[in-house]
């Protein structure tokens, strides 16, 4: 493995899906998922040009921003968060990407001690095995979310189907990205809504295509 041949080739990649759909490279941020390696290993990533790291547990999150505090690094909680560890972890993260249910949103509310940059997860895949709201969960959930003053939702996140064929992972992140664009009309005063949380190794030039303004890549960097 060479950490900084992959580096290059994934921000090259991501260059190419910019170029491709008529983007610039400044539209997309990848977030770098550290889940798989060490503190020593992350700081070599950030030598290497990446900015955004993410971490799927709350207590390797602390202990690696805490071990490269010293570091430009803008850091993503992604997936899904336990309701009892929210008060551990939700003031120090700067974008929170697994939104999954009113109530761990609620909890966020009442934890936070500042506005928390939040991604709404959807699936709309429909797999069961998948967190997130439905689309009409959702649409049920809006009018509630709105009042959660301590939540800046700035955006949705999805993830598609391991293994589907390109077509229907593309038509998911199509969908996903057309949901984003009719709640962010509503202009619901806590939602921006500007925001789109998906791909991953697998299929990042694809969701880059649809819209995503942020590419969630572990993998690729590792192998
Ligand atoms: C692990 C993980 C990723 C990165 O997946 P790779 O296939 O390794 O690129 C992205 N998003 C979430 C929520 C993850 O848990």
């Given at each position: 493995?060479?950490?900084?041949?992959?580096?290059?080739?994934?921000?090259?990649?991501?260059?190419?899906?910019?170029?491709?759909?008529?983007?610039t490279?400044?539209?997309?941020k990848?977030?770098?998922v550290?889940k798989?390696?060490?503190?020593s290993?992350?700081?070599?990533?950030?030598?290497?040009?990446?900015r955004?790291?993410?971490?799927?547990?709350?207590?390797?999150?602390?202990?690696?921003?805490?071990?490269?505090?010293d570091?430009?690094?803008?850091?993503?909680?992604?997936?899904?968060?336990?309701?009892?560890?929210?008060?551990d972890?939700?003031?120090?993260?700067?974008?929170?990407?697994?939104?999954?249910?009113?109530?761990?949103?609620?909890?966020?509310n009442?934890?936070?001690?500042?506005?928390?940059?939040?991604?709404?997860?959807?699936?709309?895949?429909?797999?069961?095995s998948?967190?997130?709201?439905?689309?009409?969960?959702?649409?049920?959930a809006?009018?509630?979310?709105?009042?959660?003053?301590?939540?800046?939702?700035?955006?949705?996140?999805?993830?598609?189907?391991?293994g589907?064929?390109e077509?229907?992972?593309a038509?998911?992140?199509?969908?996903t990205?057309?949901?984003?664009?009719?709640?962010q009309?509503?202009?619901?005063?806590?939602?921006?809504?500007?925001?789109?949380?998906?791909?991953?190794?697998?299929d990042?030039?694809?969701?880059?295509?649809?819209?995503a303004?942020?590419?969630?890549i572990?993998?690729?960097?590792?192998?």
């Amino acid at each position: 493995m060479s950490l900084k041949e992959n580096t290059v080739q994934v921000f090259e990649k991501v260059s190419n899906a910019c170029q491709k759909s008529g983007r610039t490279e400044q539209e997309v941020k990848v977030i770098a998922v550290t889940k798989y390696v060490d503190s020593s290993i992350t700081r070599k990533l950030v030598e290497a040009g990446a900015r955004h790291l993410g971490e799927n547990r709350v207590e390797p999150f602390l202990a690696k921003r805490e071990a490269l505090k010293d570091l430009p690094i803008t850091w993503h909680f992604i997936g899904s968060l336990q309701r009892r560890k929210v008060k551990d972890v939700i003031n120090f993260v700067d974008y929170f990407h697994g939104l999954d249910s009113l109530k761990l949103a609620q909890e966020i509310n009442k934890r936070a001690d500042h506005p928390i940059n939040c991604f709404i997860q959807v699936n709309i895949s429909g797999e069961e095995s998948k967190h997130g709201f439905s689309e009409t969960e959702l649409r049920e959930a809006l009018p509630q979310l709105a009042q959660l003053s301590q939540l800046n939702l700035v955006g949705l996140m999805t993830m598609a189907p391991l293994g589907a064929d390109e077509t229907l992972i593309a038509s998911i992140f199509s969908k996903t990205e057309a949901l984003r664009q009719t709640i962010q009309q509503e202009a619901w005063s806590n939602m921006p809504m500007t925001e789109l949380s998906m791909g991953m190794s697998q299929d990042y030039p694809l969701a880059i295509e649809a819209g995503a303004t942020f590419v969630r890549i572990g993998t690729a960097f590792f192998e």
